[in-house]
């Protein structure tokens, strides 16, 4: 993979970071839901299943975005 040029704020780190955040997030979000439905555990697995697209998704714009 080839270096950014200084002062890019893109970087490895910030691919993982979005990744596992955004993942998180979703999870969370699918563990409230699924709280309020009565199955949390479930909520969490959706959560997580639809958080992995998402993330990829959110990755690619802000790698894509105009500079």
Same mark, same amino acid.
């Given at each position: 993979m080839a270096s950014s040029p200084p002062g890019s704020p893109?970087? &490895? /780190?910030? /691919?993982s970071g &979005? &990744? *596992?955040g955004t993942t998180g997030a979703a999870m969370i979000v699918g563990a409230l839901i699924g709280? #309020? &439905?009565g199955s949390w555990g479930l909520g969490l697995?959706?959560?997580a299943i #639809?958080?992995?697209? *998402?993330a990829v998704f959110?990755?690619?714009r802000v790698y894509t975005a105009p500079r």
């Open positions: 893109h970087s &490895l /780190a910030t /691919a &979005l &990744l *596992l709280w #309020a &439905l697995l959706v959560g #639809a958080g992995i697209p *998402l959110v990755v690619y």
